[in-house]
Structure formats: structure tokens, C-alpha cells
């Protein structure tokens, strides 16, 4: 089943992630599928990102996690997640029985996390990996090694080491040059770009009770459609600076998104914080996508994507 | 069978029944909901879904009250009979339903699954009282069997569990009055069932975004609101 004209291949020299569609569900935002199977048929997706899987279970952050903002959310989630070895013996199983594509989403905080971690994807021959190196919402590790591309370019080439599929790397936006991080992901050895992870925010909402003030406030991640002309401004930066396959995020919700993200240089797309308000939203988007080609006389997506990108 | 899923359904009532207050009745294909479940509709307005304590279910017809609070509810006051909503349900695990002398303790809003609880107790059989808090009588929600105006309703239960033989409290409303719950059920040594709150994002149990803490065992464990609650045995819950 899926839809044959989305058929998408990225692909950097010799290394490839095929999948039967270019619309990716987001790390953190679609679980290990089990949850959202009430709701909707994935077999139209391209893939789904797992949640962020550490060495070790994480508990996550304390107090509150959640924080709506206009056309937005702010989350401090910190990386719950079931730990690698759960992940293998539980998670995995139902992903392989249900043929579901997925990218093995990895958090660390030191060098040695990550290279435990690719070994480990190698070992179960994981099709493919997303380095998280820009997780905003935990104290050590993670997000300073997706903000120095000397760091950077030294962790991914250790990852790259013990991992020979397909190789994303998933970057930040909290930076001032994120032409140079892409720089350094390509000279350490990954095979493909996502972006953006969320942007630090902080969430304010104070109320007067009539005798004194009283505030609540979280600081984490912004995600939704407030942030996509951040993405766009990011991914084309990343475009200019290398010729790795993108997959673009940040606020993608309808057709529309996605030509603009495939104009500003993407070739695959990632749905975060829109599938907690659709749950559908990832196969409604395969199908309007694959209608539009169809209705239009395009080939199929890349042929489409050529098309968009033509346009002056 | 699990019948859970992505509706639509018509409004097929909609009333103002105290101060900022609604009631709204929602005809849809939904099969079956428990007391204690939610549901969390599509408000176009706001980024997220908002969730909503399921107060009947009858006939395909789901009812929910709802107070004025925000831009969500605000959206859900302008519908009108004949509008059609988007909502995931039924969400959650309810009530687990036991034979025994209930209390029910709803306090503000949180007047709404206990209606539904009550109207389950009552066909089944089981001898149950209803007490309720608000803060002013025009906020007062009819349907319960004691209503306290003013002052917390944690003052009335000593009376009650004493006089009624209480064997099982239900509860639902703002978090000092949980957590009164959970202290009196550990005074008279009785169960208690709470259903908690907590902001949402996905409302499925995937965003791990309204997660509380939990004694198991021995150990502490994060269970999350809208997918293992949201009603939580009373002796479980870790306090913030």
C-alpha cells in the first residue's frame, strides 16, 4: 500500500534511505507509532522519527512541560524515553512486524553516549540514524555539541565510525551560523541534514487575582507554524552551504509548506507539534501531495521538487 | 473493541447553566465512554486541542460543561445547535467502578465526570453521594446531592464517611482538594480514585507533556494524564 508517486531516495555517494513517501513524522511528536494506531493508517507516511532514545530510561524534566503560545508551543519535555535496550527488545519488534520505515532518533551527553548508541543501530542494522546534537531541554551534553562546529564535526566522525547506514544529523537553529554547522556535519561524514530542531522560548503568562500576581512560566523548545520563517531562512542557509539531501521542519501544516520548504532547499519534510492537533496530519499531507502531482501531471515528487525549485 | 478515534459531531445543545458556564450536548457515531474519560476537541483558534471531561454519554450523545476561560472555550461558546465539531474520543481510563458506598467530591468544574459517575452508579445499583464546591451560587451547577457555596468542600467529608459509612471516595477538581482527598482516604483507610488535570499537548500519551509521578511498588514512575489517567488511585499519586 502507499501511494506510488511519492516515492522518495535520499541519497548522499553511495549510502541511501528510501522511502515510500517524503512526509517524516518528527521525533518526540509520534511516539514508537503504538500510540497514534487508534487514530490514523501510516502506511502513507514516508517514515516516523522515534522519540529521542538515550543510553539509559530518562524520566524527563520536573514540573511543568507544556506551554501554548500563539500558533505555537513551547515544550520541556527533557528526553523521556524508554532507553536504548527497551527500545530493541519492545519498540522494535512492532515497528519490524508493521513494516514501518523509521529513523532511530539518538540523544547523548558526552562523545562516548553516541558512539555506544551507533554501535548499537549498526548491530540491529537500523536503517537509519537522526543524531539529536540540539536537544534544547537538557542540562548537559546534546545541544553544546550541535553548537560548535569543532565539536560537532569530532562527534559526528566517531559516530560515523561505528555506523555505516544511512546518517542523519538533526541541527539546531539556536545559532549564529548555521552554514558552518551543516559545514562541519558533511566533513564528519553524515549523509543528510534535518532541520530546525525547536528555537529556545520562554512562556510567560501572569495573572492579577484581584490582590496580588501570579505567574506561571516555561522555558524549553518552540515549535509550530510561529517558527517556520525561522526554518525556511535556516534551511536555505544550510541549501547554500551544502549539497546533502535536507529534511525540512518547523510549522510545516499544509500542502503549501511544503513547496515552500522544497523551494527554500528540502527534499524530504518532518511534521512535529501539527500531528498533536491533527493526528491524521502526515497521511492527509501524502495524499493531497500525491493528488496534486497526479491532478497536475507531474511524474511524481521529484520531478515536482525539480519543477518548484526552477521557479525564479 | 476499541473505538477510539477521530469524530466529528453535531451540537445538538448548547446552553449557558451558570455563571460562565455551558453545557453542551454533542451527537456523534462514538460507541461507548466511561466516566472518568475525556475527550479533546479541534478549537481553530488555538494551537492546541483542549480537553474536556465527558459528562454523560447516552445514545451516542456525548454531554460536557465547560467554564469560560480561555480562547478555547471562548470558540466553544460562540458554536451554536446545528455546528458540527472535530474531537479524539473517548480518551483515557475512567472510573474503575466498584461496589461499594461511594462518595463522589466535585469541586468548580470538576462537578463534571462526577455527574456522569453518579449516573453510572445509579444504574447500577450502588449507593453513592454526591458533594460539590463552588465558589458563588451563581456558579453553582445543579445535579448533586450537597452544595456547599464558599469554603472548601474538605471541610463536609468527615461528617459524611462517618455518617454514610463511606467505603470509596471519586473525586475531581482543583489540586488541594485531590490532595485533601488522598489524605482522607488514607485517614479512614479507604480507596480513593482521582481524576487529575494537567496541560496537554497531543492528549494521546505521546508527547509525555502532562506526566505526574507515581509510587509503584516502591518506585517512582512517571505515568502521563491523558493516556494511563486520567483517574489515578489516590494512594499512587506523589504530590508536587
Known amino acids: ?58 524520566l524527563g524534566n520536573e514540573g511543568d512541560r507544556i506551554f501554548e503560545v500563539q500558533n505555537g508551543m513551547i515544550n520541556r519535555i527533557g528526553l523521556e524515553n524508554v532507553g536504548i535496550e527497551t527500545f530493541i527488545k519492545e519498540k522494535l519488534p512492532i515497528l519490524k512486524s508493521k513494516n514501518i520505515d523509521f529513523l532511530l532518533n539518538i540523544a547523548g551527553s558526552t562523545i562516548e553516549d553516541y558512539e555506544k548508541l551507533a554501535e548499537i543501530a549498526q548491530k540491529y542494522n537500523i536503517k537509519a540514524l537522526e543524531v539529536n546534537v540540539s536537544c534544547p531541554n537538557v542540562k548537559s551534553g546534546c545541544l553544546e555539541f550541535g553548537l560548535n562546529p569543532d565539536s560537532l564535526f569530532k562527534l559526528i566522525s566517531k559516530i560515523r565510525e561505528n555506523y555505516n547506514n544511512f546518517l542523519i544529523v538533526k541541527l539546531s537553529p539556536n545559532t549564529n551560523n548555521i552554514k558552518l554547522l551543516a559545514k562541519a556535519t558533511e566533513n564528519g561524514g553524515a549523509d543528510c541534514i534535518s532541520a530546525i530542531n525547536t528555537l529556545r522560548g520562554l512562556g510567560i503568562k501572569i495573572q ?18 510561529c517558527i517556520k520563517p525561522i526554518a525556511l531562512y535556516m534551511i536555505e542557509e544550510i541549501r547554500n552551504s551544502t549539497n546533502l539531501p535536507i529534511i525540512a521542519m518547523g510549522g510545516i501544516t499544509k500542502l503549501s509548506d511544503l513547496f515552500e520548504f522544497i523551494l527554500a532547499g528540502a527534499d524530504a519534510f518532518q511534521i512535529g507539534t501539527a500531528n498533536f492537533i491533527k493526528p491524521s496530519i502526515c497521511t492527509d499531507l501524502a495524499i493531497e501531495l500525491s493528488d496534486f502531482i497526479e491532478k497536475n501531471n507531474f511524474k511524481n515528487f521529484e520531478e515536482l ?7 525564479k | 473493541m476499541n473505538t477510539k478515534a477521530n469524530f466529528k459531531g453535531e451540537i445538538i445543545y448548547i446552553e449557558k447553566i451558570a455563571k460562565d458556564t455551558c453545557k453542551m450536548d454533542i451527537s456523534s457515531p462514538l460507541k461507548q465512554a466511561n466516566a472518568g474519560q475525556f475527550i479533546s476537541i479541534y478549537c ?29 472555550t471562548k470558540y466553544l461558546s460562540n458554536l451554536k445547535k446545528g455546528d458540527y465539531i472535530d474531537f479524539l474520543a473517548p480518551l483515557g481510563n475512567g472510573f474503575t467502578i466498584e461496589n461499594k458506598k461511594s462518595l463522589l467530591v466535585g469541586a468548580g468544574i470538576g462537578i463534571a465526570p462526577m455527574i456522569f459517575l453518579k449516573n453510572t452508579l445509579n444504574k447500577k445499583n450502588i449507593e453513592n453521594y454526591l458533594i460539590t464546591g463552588f465558589k458563588s451560587n451563581e456558579e453553582n451547577i445543579k445535579g448533586s446531592d450537597e452544595t456547599i457555596i464558599g469554603g472548601s468542600v474538605l471541610y463536609h467529608l ?5 455518617n454514610k459509612n463511606i467505603e470509596i471516595i471519586y473525586s475531581c477538581g482543583p489540586m488541594p482538594v485531590l490532595k485533601g482527598i488522598t489524605e482522607l482516604s488514607k485517614k479512614y483507610n479507604i480507596p480513593s480514585q482521582i481524576a487529575m488535570e494537567k496541560v496537554m499537548a497531543c492528549s494521546i500519551g505521546v508527547c509525555r507533556g502532562c506526566i505526574i509521578k507515581l509510587m509503584k511498588n516502591g518506585k517512582v514512575i512517571n505515568a502521563s494524564v491523558c493516556k494511563d489517567g486520567p483517574v489515578f488511585k489516590g494512594s499512587d499519586i506523589i504530590w508536587d
Open chain 1, 305 to 311: 521538487k525539480n519543477k518548484i525549485k526552477e521557479t
Open chain 2, 158 to 162: 468527615d461528617k459524611i464517611i462517618k
Open chain 2, 44 to 72: 481553530p483558534n488555538t494551537t492546541l486541542r483542549r480537553p474536556f471531561s465527558i459528562a454523560n454519554f447516552e445514545n451516542h450523545i456525548i454531554t460536557i460543561l465547560f467554564k469560560l476561560k480561555g480562547e478555547g
Open chain 1, 1 to 58: 500500500m502507499g501511494l506510488e508517486n511519492l516515492k522518495t531516495i535520499l541519497k548522499n555517494k553511495e549510502k541511501t534511505f528510501e522511502i515510500k513517501s517524503p512526509i517524516i513524522a518528527a521525533s518526540g511528536t509520534y511516539g514508537y507509532n503504538d500510540e497514534f494506531q487508534d487514530f490514523i493508517d501510516s502506511n502513507y507516511f514516508g517514515a516516523i522519527s522515534t522519540k529521542g532514545i538515550t543510553l539509559e530510561k530518562r
Open chain 1, 208 to 225: 492579577f487575582d484581584g490582590q496580588k500576581f501570579i505567574k506561571k512560566s516555561v522555558k524549553g523548545g518552540l515549535s509550530g507554524p
